[in-house]
């Protein structure tokens, strides 16, 4: 009589089950499985802990752990749901959702609004805005005067506060982003789309089938 | 022609925000 071993998959911690990720999301049960295929390579690059740590974040970003990035921060923070330091691979799936070619625009202004919004006081203040326009010449090694740095924030917030308060509020940029679409572009990663194709050794892998 | 652009199109523009790279094999 024939013997053989059923070996039980484990997890690490934080994972969560793809049907109910896929549920709560624009991916199929298939592509949450790719997308644990790429959470298991960014979480296992430094430590291989099953969670997504900054370094391990700015190396898949810069293939270097030590860039200070301001943006890349911001966006590790929203990622980091629990705000516990860690990416986890729900963390990672919802998050990384908002940014699909079919969720819903709303999600992405909102995603957009909170990402700017440094302080997380609930509005984008003109020292925000400049500190972001500083932070991304400094990154991409551009030089601009004070002066034009401060002709570029005031003519934003000309156009986007339109209650004159000195800050975009979440009704104030809604409207801004109506008025400049080409602003939430960022939001949206066609790569997500064809996660299958983009990490096909997870189809060898996989029992389940969306065709 | 920064100056004709607002803040958020030049964020927008640069590569300072991109989560392509996570794709990348």
């Given at each position: 009589?024939?013997?053989?071993?059923?070996?039980?998959?484990?997890?690490?911690?934080?994972?969560?089950a793809?049907i109910n990720?896929a549920s709560e999301?624009p991916f199929?049960v298939?592509?949450?499985?790719?997308?644990?295929?790429?959470?298991?390579?960014?979480?296992?690059?430094?430590?291989?802990?099953?969670?997504?740590?900054?370094?391990?974040f700015q190396?898949?970003?810069?293939k270097t752990?030590?860039?200070?990035?301001?943006?890349a921060?911001?966006?590790?923070?929203?990622f980091d749901?629990?705000?516990?330091g860690?990416?986890?691979?729900?963390?990672?799936v919802?998050?990384?959702?908002?940014?699909?070619?079919?969720?819903?625009?709303?999600?992405?202004?909102?995603?957009?609004?909170r990402?700017?919004?440094?302080r997380?006081?609930?509005?984008?203040?003109?020292?925000?805005?400049?500190?972001m326009?500083?932070?991304l010449?400094?990154?991409?090694?551009?030089?601009?005067?004070?002066?034009v740095v401060?002709?570029?924030?005031?003519?934003t917030?000309?156009?986007?506060?339109?209650?004159?308060?000195?800050?975009?509020d979440?009704e104030?940029?809604?409207?801004?982003v109506?008025?400049?679409?080409?602003?939430?572009?960022?939001?949206?990663?066609?790569?997500?789309?064809?996660?299958?194709?983009?990490?096909?050794?997870?189809?060898?892998?996989?029992?389940?089938s969306?065709? | 022609?920064p100056?004709?652009?607002?803040?958020?199109?030049?964020?927008?523009?640069s590569?300072s925000f991109?989560?392509d790279?996570?794709?990348?094999?």
């Open positions: 009589m024939g013997c053989f071993c059923l070996k039980k998959l484990r997890h690490k911690p934080g994972y969560e793809p990720l999301t199929t298939n592509e949450v499985e790719a997308l644990y295929d790429l959470f298991k390579k960014l979480s296992s690059s430094i430590i291989d802990d099953g969670l997504i740590h900054k370094e391990e190396l898949a970003l810069f752990s030590n860039k200070q990035n301001l943006f921060d911001r966006i590790f923070d929203l749901i629990k705000h516990n860690v990416i986890e691979f729900g963390e990672f919802r998050s990384l959702s908002v940014f699909h070619p079919n969720a819903p625009e709303a999600d992405k202004i909102a995603f957009l609004f990402l700017y919004d440094l997380q006081t609930g509005c984008i203040e003109a020292e925000e805005l400049k500190e326009v500083t932070a010449l400094c990154e991409n090694n551009l030089s601009l005067s004070e002066d401060d002709l570029i924030v005031e003519k917030m000309m156009e986007a506060d339109t209650k004159r308060d000195g800050k975009i979440d104030e940029w809604k409207e801004f109506k008025k400049n679409p080409s602003i939430i572009k960022i939001m949206t990663l066609s790569d997500l789309k064809e996660l299958t194709l983009a990490f096909p050794s997870f189809v060898m892998n996989s029992g389940v969306d065709l | 022609k100056v004709s652009m607002n803040a958020f199109e030049l964020i927008s523009r590569q991109s989560l790279k996570l794709f990348e094999k």
